[in-house]
Each structure stands twice: as C-alpha cells, then as structure tokens.
C-alpha cells in the first residue's frame, strides 16, 4: 500500500514480501518434519541383507544425504530399527528386547525377504526362523529384495519420511 504524502516527499517504504521465507506451521508438523529429517537407526545386522545396509552407509550411496546415517549403538538413542535379515528363532527375544528398549516414537523397517516373511527358508520342514518380524512387533515399512539394493533401502527410508510428515519430500521414480 503506498501512503504517499500531498506537499512531502515522505513515502514509506513498501513491505517485503516475506512470504517465500517465513512459513507457519502446527508446532506438531515441525516437530515431525524434524523427526523425518534426522531419523537415528539401530546399529545392527542379521545376516547377508546387513551388508547392503552397511553399502547404503557407505559413500557411493551416502544415506546422509537424506539424514538417517547416525547409527545408534544404544537402543536408547535410536528411532527406527531396520531389521535387515534373518530373524532366527534363538535371536527373536534379544531383537523384541532390543525394539523395546527404543524410546517412542519408533518405527521399523524390514528388510528383506527373510525380515518380511522368512524368504527363502520358508518350507515345510523348516523350525528355526521367524516367519516375518512382524510377529515379534509393528513393522512400518516393507523393502522386499534377497537382498535389496541399498538404493531400495533408501527408498524405505524416504516411504517412512512420507508416513512420518504426510508429505514426500522427493519425487517417486517410476519404472518403466
Ligand atoms: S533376504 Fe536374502 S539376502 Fe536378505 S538375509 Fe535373507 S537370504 Fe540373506
């Protein structure tokens, strides 16, 4: 609005447009947004799907770039457990401890066919593996893959961003 002045040389000076900076948000949007940005895995591995984990670490892939590369070696200090192999039944109670010792919020991701379903140790005669990690405790997010690419890995890492904030932070690359 200009309020310019009869007989004077006195104009204010036009506001600016601030909008493009200073945004407004509900305290819990930013508190979720700061969740999904910096989000602090459980450092440890099950079997062949851990080293695609680790090479998602790792700087060819660098999952820093999208704020989860601050492996915990505490439960206490971690948020999201990313079960990447195969739950055997003589590990399951030290892995349900484990997700009970992370502090709420938590979410988990399972990686891997083993950590979904058992993979490829599911037949009839098989006794010693958990057939998905799920009956142990919630699982957020699937990566399916024996094993997936780290680069399958990360996409879990941004679905579970999305089901953090409610929004996608990068576009979703189609395959053909
Ligand atoms: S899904 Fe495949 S690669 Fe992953 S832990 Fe199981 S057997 Fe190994």
């Not at 000076?13 to 200073?22: A, G, R, W």
């Not at 948000?25 to 602090?40: H, Q």
């Not at 950590?115 to 037949?123: E, I, K, Q, T």
């Not at 780290?150 to 996608?168: D, F, M, N, V, Y």
Request: net charge negative; glycine share 8%.
């Amino acid at each position: 609005m200009n309020y310019e002045t009869t007989g004077g040389s006195k104009q204010s000076s036009p506001q600016p447009d601030l909008s493009s900076i200073v945004k407004f948000a509900k305290l819990d949007e930013l508190v979720a947004l700061g969740r999904a940005n910096s989000l602090w895995p459980l450092t440890f591995g099950l079997a062949c799907c851990a080293i695609e984990m680790m090479a998602a670490g790792a700087s060819r892939f660098d999952i820093s770039r999208f704020g989860a590369e601050v492996f915990r070696p505490s439960p206490r200090q971690a948020d999201v457990m990313i079960v990447a192999g195969t739950v055997n039944r003589k590990m399951a109670d030290m892995v349900k401890t484990l997700y009970d010792q992370m502090p709420e919020p938590k979410w988990v991701i399972a990686m891997g066919n083993c950590a979904m379903s058992g993979g490829p140790f599911v037949n009839p005669d098989q006794y010693s593996v958990v057939l998905g990690v799920e009956k142990l405790f919630p699982v957020d997010i699937y990566v399916p893959g024996c094993p997936p690419r780290p680069e399958a890995l990360i996409e879990g890492i941004l679905e579970l961003e999305e089901k953090i904030t409610s929004h996608r932070r990068w576009p979703k690359v189609e395959t053909e």
